[in-house]
């Protein structure tokens, strides 16, 4: 999808809030502006909420000769694991050809081809993958900064050209949330109390408009209190998962 389907999907959210707040029957107050900001904050507040709006992912990052810090896309939430295939560069350009965790594990089934076998040599051969990657650096200490998207690897890399394995989590986009049956709705319906608040805010600033008999009154009051009953359910709605986000698991200790 390109960013006039972007476009389509948002309009399509615009004209559900101005039929819900009954468009073409009233005039409304807001302008293309409100919509906008309207649809940001339920998509800001369902990504603040809402494990859903994640996804796991995995990147491929090239490594820079004495370089330890770097810039991840905005998208990523969270970097959970850095995994090495291999030794890399070893000077110049040229790459070390020698995998020690791929060489155990060959070594191990190459070296036990009549006796190996079930679900017990499968596990010693795991084991010894796993104390190889902690004897050859197979998976690299770091520190993640969710805030300015820099990742610091606690390793002074020498020579250029590694690629590692970066086990992330990163956020949906919004095209896809927009899309998602599950979410779009919930989303529709913040939206909308997000733009009665709008219209609340403007109207209570005036109690009434003067005019014949009396004037006009208006019921800003009313409208903001009814846009924070529906944005306070919605999101109690996000805590019984009607997203069908992950539910919490069992919590020991």
Partial sequence: MNSDDLIKLRETVFTYIKLRLGDQIVDLEL???HYNMCLDRAISTYRQRSSNSTEESYVWLELEDDQSVYTLPQEVTEVRQVFRRSFGMIQGNSASSFDPFGASLANYWLGSLNQGGGMFTYH???????E??????GHIN???NSSTKKISLVRNVHGRGEIVLLW???LRPEMEILNDLQISQWLKD????AAKDVIGQARSKFQSIAGPNGGTSLNGDAMKNEAKEEMDKLIEDLKNYVDASDPLTWIQG
Avoid: I, K, P
């Fill in 31 to 33: 302008d293309q502006e």
């Fill in 124 to 130: 010693l051969a795991m084991s010894q993958l796993n």
């Fill in 132 to 137: 190889a990657q902690r004897m050859f650096g």
């Fill in 142 to 144: 770091f520190t993640w």
């Fill in 168 to 170: 992330c989590y990163n």
């Fill in 190 to 193: 913040f939206a909308t109390a």
